[in-house]
């Protein structure tokens, strides 16, 4: 069965320092999303992606992230200088055509910023 | 600001149980609700969608159901097993807000 994966699976960092989280979304998936959990808090949404640009963001998603679509199949998260609340689990998912479909989700970077 | 929360925040029974997890979300213009299963410091693995215009939907030994209009679904488990054990997530797209909006989560644990 078709998985979301995300790589690495931890990724340990120094404050300041620029991280790329990785994700491969299902082949014949549309819209792409990162989301976040810090430890013990709920997921909460970050930005989602279709067409090669942000369809919506949240207010978590400053100027210090971007993603991209830099293939035909990776999606990428950048944080440009990391900082100490970054440190979470950060979850890729995708879905075939965006709203009111199932969105599929990756296992997740731990992401620990020191 | 949509809001989802959950009750209990946990639940510990003895295997072969029936149970129930709610969730209830501030505002009712929501495309979906979705609801999930997250085991330890693993991902998050999709259980039942159910659209707006839905009641209720089944997978095997589950059962989510919708009342749009008051905010509220439940997760119905069916013969609990200690397999079940996890963190069950509800998320709701839609209702002013980006993305899918998660509760905290049930924690959920079955004894064998």
């Known amino acids: 069965e078709p998985e979301v994966t995300q790589t690495p699976s931890h990724q340990v960092t120094q404050m300041g320092q620029e991280v790329i989280l990785r994700c491969v979304p299902i082949s014949n998936h549309l819209y792409f999303y990162w989301y976040r959990q810090i430890l013990g808090q709920k997921v909460e949404f970050l930005v989602s992606f279709y067409n090669n640009e942000i369809s919506e963001k949240s207010e978590i998603f400053d100027d210090q992230f971007s993603v991209e679509r830099p293939d035909g199949s990776n999606f990428t998260l950048k944080i440009r200088s990391t900082k100490l609340e970054d440190s979470a689990m950060y979850f890729c998912?995708?879905?075939?055509?965006?709203?009111?479909?199932?969105?599929?989700f990756g296992p997740g970077t731990r992401l620990l910023v020191l | 600001k949509q809001e989802v929360t959950q009750i209990p925040a946990a639940l510990s029974v003895p295997e072969g149980e029936n149970l129930v997890l709610n969730c209830s979300f501030t505002d009712s213009a929501i495309y979906n609700l979705q609801w999930f299963r997250q085991d330890p410091g693993k991902g998050l693995t999709s259980l039942l969608l159910i659209q707006s215009s839905q009641r209720e939907q089944t997978s095997g030994r589950l059962n989510a159901s919708l009342d749009k209009s008051s905010g509220r679904s439940t997760l119905y488990i069916a013969a609990s097993q200690p397999g079940d054990s996890a963190t069950y997530l509800c998320?709701?797209?839609?209702?002013?807000?980006?993305?899918?909006?998660f509760g905290k989560g049930t924690h959920l644990i079955i004894q064998p």
């Open positions: 998912a995708s879905s075939r055509q965006g709203r009111a479909e199932t969105q599929y």
């Open positions: 998320a709701v797209e839609g209702g002013g807000a980006d993305g899918l909006t």
